[in-house]
């Protein structure tokens, strides 16, 4: 835990994952909607504002309040504001991922300094709660494997092609026509294949 905090000190930046998430210590809607979904949409939490669910995205600032069990955030997120980085493409944004080992359990502090950790599973919870946070999660996931899968270039269809010689894999058929090298390595594409990606 001390690894987290002196990494937070040292990179107050809400651009970074682990800071966003360290800024909901003392969170009071772990029921409603979790830090670790909250950080992981871009937001950090607003504390000197009036409303104690006030939330702010990094990258493009919107600010959301009023936060419901039944919220996807980063469908929150993509609904109030589309043309956010973030949300039209994370890989480009200067957003610094957290350690997925964090994602279902995680420490932070509380405002006495010390360590608080909070797990999803916690058997004092109601079954109706685990069960909108395990959707919650289960949909976000989701939207972050189709994200991975769209196309980098129109951010639109899903990437199906494939470069030739070097084998990158980052665009769909429509825009690999459009472009003679590689995005990824600038390499001279000499003949493209197409790529079946199964449904997720």
Not at 79 to 96: E, L, M, P, W
Not at 127 to 154: D, F, G, P, W
Not at 156 to 174: A, I, Q, R
Not at 193 to 199: D, L, T
Request: aromatic share 10%.
């Amino acid at each position: 835990m001390q690894y987290f905090k002196k990494y937070a000190e040292t990179h107050a930046s809400e651009f970074d994952e682990i800071v966003r998430l360290l800024s909901f210590s003392n969170w009071e809607f772990l029921d409603i909607v979790t830090p670790l979904a909250l950080a992981n949409a871009g937001f950090y939490r607003l504390e000197s504002h009036e409303i104690p669910d006030a939330v702010k995205c990094a990258f493009c600032h919107l600010v959301l309040i009023n936060w419901k069990v039944t919220d996807v955030v980063i469908d929150e997120h993509r609904a109030k504001r589309a043309n956010c980085q973030f949300i039209r493409n994370r890989a480009s944004t200067t957003n610094v991922p957290i350690d997925p080992k964090l994602l279902f359990c995680h420490s932070y502090i509380n405002s006495d300094n010390e360590s608080t950790t909070h797990s999803y599973n916690n058997d004092n919870k109601t079954n109706s709660n685990n069960h909108a946070i395990n959707y919650n999660r289960a949909m976000e996931e989701n939207t972050r494997l189709k994200e991975l899968r769209q196309c980098k270039v129109c951010l639109d269809k899903e990437m199906d092609t494939v470069f030739l010689p070097c084998g990158h894999f980052m665009c769909c058929t429509s825009c690999a026509a459009k472009i003679n090298n590689c995005a990824v390595c600038r390499l001279l594409i000499r003949g493209t294949v197409n790529a079946f990606i199964p449904p997720v």
